[in-house]
Each structure stands twice: as C-alpha cells, then as structure tokens.
C-alpha cells in the first residue's frame, strides 16, 4: 500500500525590491512505500524545483539584509541630525521594551543610537541599536520614543516663539527711543 503526503512550500517572490509575499504554493509529492523505514522518497525534479527556490529565497535574503544595514545607517545619521539640537538622550518608557530584557527601571537613547538600560538590580547595559542583532529592539524603541520628538519639536518651537515676541517687542521700544534720541541730538 502506497502513502502519498503532500509537501507544500512557498515560493517567495520579490515584487520590484519591496516586501515578499507568498506566492503559488510549490507542491513536492512524497512517497512511502507500506513498511518503509527510511526517510521519504522525492523525485530528483521536486527535489530541484525546491533547491532553486531556497536558493532565490536565499539571495532575496542576503539583498534585502544589505538594502536594511544601508537605511538603519541614514535612520542613524537623521536620529543624529535631529536630536543634536533638541535634547542629549530621549526617554524610552521600559514598558515599550520587549519583556525578555527584565526589570528595566529606566532607559534612554542617545543620538548615536545607543541605548543605555538601567535594571532594578542597578546592573547598566548599553546596546547599539544599528547593530543587526539589536533591530527588533530598534523597531520597538523608535515606536515609542517617535511620538515623543513632535512633543520636543513643538516645546522647542515655542520656545524661539517666545523669545521672538520679547525680542519683537524690546526692539520695537528701542527703535521709538533710538528715534527719539537721535531726533533730540540733531
């Protein structure tokens, strides 16, 4: 008596370098004959058809590693660009930090990309975030620190706001006096 099992793999495909999306579906028949105690039996075509895909699979994998490190580098040198000017470290709320780093009390990144963690047990550990084995880390720290730079931005922009109303208002009362006077001593 013959079992046949369907294998189903998917063939991944990149649409124009942007995100893979599975495709039709690569169907590998596998036989076992009745009895049978080795492995399952494919035929060398199957076996193929499935290698060529790994292998595209494969290259996707090593351009689109390559295209990340590229936009990790210039997210890195705009954090920089950005928080020069703003603030020296942002906050980063320990709840937005993935549970399996433990009890973090506080943290906080720094314009370079590097997160500097406080734990309960007074332990410190700094984790560069442009590093590939800290990009998920990097993902989550970047959603909760993002919304707090349109709270930096706009603290500062009120700030130049205010100092440009002083500086409006003091200088229009100069000018008056500076007419005056010059009036008074021609």
Do not use: C, W
């Amino acid at each position: 008596m013959r079992h046949t099992a369907l294998l189903v793999i998917y063939h991944l495909e990149a649409k124009q370098g942007k995100t893979q999306m599975p495709q039709k579906p690569l169907q590998i028949s596998v036989k076992k004959e009745s009895g049978q105690t080795g492995p399952p039996q494919i035929s060398r075509q199957e076996l193929l058809a499935s290698i060529r895909s790994l292998q595209d699979d494969v290259g996707q994998i090593s351009e689109l590693a390559s295209e990340e490190k590229q936009v990790v580098a210039v997210f890195f040198e705009s954090l920089l660009k950005l928080m020069q000017p703003l603030a020296k470290t942002m906050p980063v709320s320990p709840v937005a930090l993935p549970e399996e780093m433990g009890n973090v009390v506080q943290a906080n990144i720094d314009p370079t990309g590097h997160l500097v963690i406080l734990y309960q047990d007074g332990q410190v550990d700094l984790k560069n975030l442009s590093e590939e084995a800290h990009r998920d880390l990097m993902i989550s720290v970047m959603i909760d620190v993002m919304p707090k730079f349109k709270q930096l931005t706009s603290a500062h922009r009120r700030k130049i706001e205010k100092r440009i109303d002083f500086l409006s208002s003091v200088t229009k009362e100069l000018q008056k006096i500076s007419k005056a006077f010059s009036t008074a001593t021609t």
